[in-house]
């Protein structure tokens, strides 16, 4: 037992536990990629539409389209892009890396303002803030911030304390190149000047000091933003659209009441991190508040410790805290005020993009008062060399380590669970207009399938769509290259010879024009395509219809006919569906061949039997009601489904009971047939 306090400190002190936090956090970032988030907003995808120009060979300045966006990122993109394909998950990875490296700057950052205690405790914050997880997943340019943040404080609070030139070039550059990541980044003069006066204010001989180093940042940066500032000059239309757009200074936001706008604002932005958060579902599961009750104690200890600059603790007899003048707690003080700007003076606040920029400095105010909690519980335990004083500090520790395991939990809940599962999530990620470019990719057998990329090749069949789909959801043209498509109105029918895949829009009168582009005989079959939601739609609409036609295949001799033998059935078979809903379901498949003519249409009921007792029914036209028997022509082949909700198949005691009625007076038509039940299996 001599040995455990030497482990125990070596286990706490060391890098050790930073490599654990670093790997939590990237655990955090990664795990369930592909499923949380959902979809593809398009603002991701207008990013991937500009990376495919970039590949093409144009290599702008700024990118003017989607109300201007600065290039850094998009140029990852373009690199991702390149690599992996069109799919969600190239937009989105270089979030990720970005997350990850912005976990260790803010380590960094957080080391030489303070000490690697705080360190420590800043970087477990920032690895189980919901906010940051989030920005590391999605394919927002606005993650760059909080890296360059980071990377240029840490640089220029190195060059204030040790006066080499080498980290006033580094701030320097790095403050630079911080514009070209995140309009929000325009309100950064605003904290540098603050933290100015204030050096002026209580550290003049200082300044002085540092004159020459401050000269050499103000070089660097202007070098790195000269050709943005030119840019900008040339084209203010571009760059500084967008700011007028969502200003609380425009009459069309405040609404001719601008104080109790910014009023309102102010409350609201404050009380983000506490009580209420970003309602939006892109950015934030809706009105979450940035910390949860466990982390906002820690964060209202922290900022009293900021505001009071007494940041004494103690730790087996050496001071833990800050030494002398209060530089570095002013600076997380008005660097997160003045980046907090950006969401305050703006619609929606709070607005977790726009007030990205506060991330690297604001949590340090939980790891500042988790260090005090630890300190304080430290200094109250026995000072003597024995095990037991060891463990009497470990337990001391387990009150804020305590507290961050409340902030992993309620993030891990609320994120990939919560959040993961919620409908409008996917609905405002655009998940539907994603989940229709899956089903034409996997159609054509290549390009993203809504799961993964797929290998090919591609087998040429004929997609079709409306042109208005693809202006509606910019995840469209990304992610279905537009040579593979043709758009209605056609003049002149495609190729049946390798399948058509139809894509239309559901709430117009399509029959007419897509049947006359389609040879008969023809094997046709319809579903509804996936559900989409817009930011102000009441409820959720299908997005298309898809039509799929293709050559008459082989058949198998009739198990049933009906009518006078104007409609055989080919084959019934039911597959089970259990992940559809929670008790399980199940889809009969019908393939029906037209005989002889039909002058009336017919609804299909399809009665599920069990032991002779009836389980579940369904009635519906064939085709999900959209091929109806009137239009039917001699040799067609037509798939109809059937979904039967709360029925898990039993072969063994189970039949189907199908037949027809006519639509219109409920008369029915002919016998129905009886069959037993046969499975099929999913593809």
């Not at 409350?267 to 950015?283: C, L, P």
């Not at 799929?548 to 059935?569: D, K, Q, Y």
Request: charged share 15%; glycine share 10%.
């Amino acid at each position: 037992m001599k040995h455990f306090k030497p482990k125990l400190a070596t286990l706490w002190s060391g890098n050790g536990i930073v490599v654990l936090l670093l790997l939590l956090g990237a655990g955090l970032r990664l795990v369930g990629w592909g499923d949380v988030p959902p979809g593809l907003y398009h603002d991701e995808a207008y990013n991937g539409l500009d990376a495919l120009k970039v590949l093409q060979g144009h290599f702008p300045l700024y990118f003017a389209a989607n109300n201007g966006r600065e290039p850094l990122f998009l140029y990852l993109i373009a690199a991702s892009v390149g690599v992996l394909g069109r799919s969600p998950l190239a937009v989105r990875l270089p979030s990720f890396f970005v997350g990850f490296l912005t976990l260790a700057a803010t380590y960094d950052l957080t080391r030489v303002l303070f000490n690697r205690r705080v360190a420590r405790w800043a970087l477990a914050v920032l690895a189980v803030t919901f906010w940051h997880i989030h920005l590391s997943r999605m394919g927002f340019r606005a993650v760059l911030l909080p890296l360059f943040t980071a990377l240029f404080l840490a640089q220029a609070v190195r060059g204030v304390k040790t006066g080499r030139i080498r980290h006033w070039i580094a701030a320097g550059t790095l403050y630079g190149g911080m514009w070209y990541t995140y309009m929000a980044a325009r309100f950064t003069p605003v904290a540098l000047c603050a933290v100015l006066v204030y050096i002026l204010l209580t550290r003049r001989r200082a300044a002085l000091v540092h004159a020459r180093g401050a000269l050499v940042f103000c070089a660097a940066a202007l070098l790195v933003l000269l050709p943005l500032g030119v840019y900008t000059l040339q084209n203010p239309e571009i760059v500084l659209a967008r700011t007028g757009q969502v200003t609380i200074f425009s009459s069309e936001i405040h609404q001719g009441h601008f104080w109790a706008t910014l009023a309102r604002h102010t409350w609201n932005t404050a009380a983000m991190f506490f009580i209420q958060g970003d309602r939006i579902w892109r950015h934030n599961l809706a009105w979450r508040p940035v910390w949860d009750p466990a982390l906002g104690l820690a964060c209202v200890i922290g900022i009293g410790v900021a505001l009071g600059g007494r940041f004494r603790a103690r730790a087996r007899n050496r001071q833990a805290g800050t030494r002398g003048h209060a530089l570095p707690l002013v600076l997380i003080v008005v660097w997160t005020a003045a980046m907090a700007l950006p969401t305050l003076l703006a619609e929606d606040a709070p607005h977790f993009l726009r007030g990205v920029g506060v991330l690297p400095t604001v949590v340090l105010f939980p790891a500042l008062g988790l260090a005090w909690i630890e300190s304080r519980g430290i200094s109250a335990v026995s000072q003597s060399a024995s095990h037991t004083s060891a463990i009497r500090q470990w337990a001391a520790r387990g009150i804020p380590v305590f507290m961050l395991l409340i902030g992993l939990t309620f993030t891990v809940r609320d994120y990939f669970i919560t959040y993961a599962q919620a409908p409008l999530a996917y609905h405002w990620l655009e998940g539907g207009a994603v989940d229709l470019a899956g089903v034409l990719n996997a159609a054509r057998g290549v390009g993203w399938d809504g799961a993964r990329m797929l290998p090919g090749p591609d087998n040429g069949r004929t997609l079709i769509a409306d042109r208005g789909l693809w202006e509606s959801w910019e995840a469209l043209p990304f992610l279905v290259p537009v040579e593979r498509m043709m758009f209605l109105p056609l003049d002149v029918p495609p190729p049946l010879d390798t399948g058509l895949t139809f894509a239309v829009w559901p709430y117009r009168d399509w029959q007419a024009e897509v049947f006359s582009l389609i040879p008969r005989p023809v094997y046709l079959s319809v579903r509804a395509g996936p559900d989409v939601r817009g930011d102000k739609d009441p409820e959720p609409f299908m997005a298309a219809l898809l039509i799929s036609a293709e050559p008459r295949p082989e058949v198998p001799t009739a198990v049933a006919n009906f009518g006078t033998g104007e409609i055989s059935l080919r084959a019934a078979l039911v597959r089970p569906e259990m992940r559809a809903m929670p008790k399980g379901g199940a889809t009969v498949r019908l393939w029906w061949d037209c005989r002889a003519p039909l002058d009336a249409d017919y609804t299909v009921f399809v009665h599920y039997l069990r032991d002779g007792e009836l389980l579940a029914q369904h009635d519906m036209p064939p085709g999900a009601g959209y091929l109806l028997t009137s239009g039917w022509q001699v040799g067609d082949l037509i798939l109809d489904e059937h979904f039967l909700p709360d029925v898990v198949p039993d072969p063994v005691r189970d039949t189907l009971r199908i037949g027809f009625y006519r639509t219109d007076i409920g008369e029915p038509w002919g016998t129905w047939a009886e069959l037993g039940v046969i499975l099929e299996t999913e593809p």
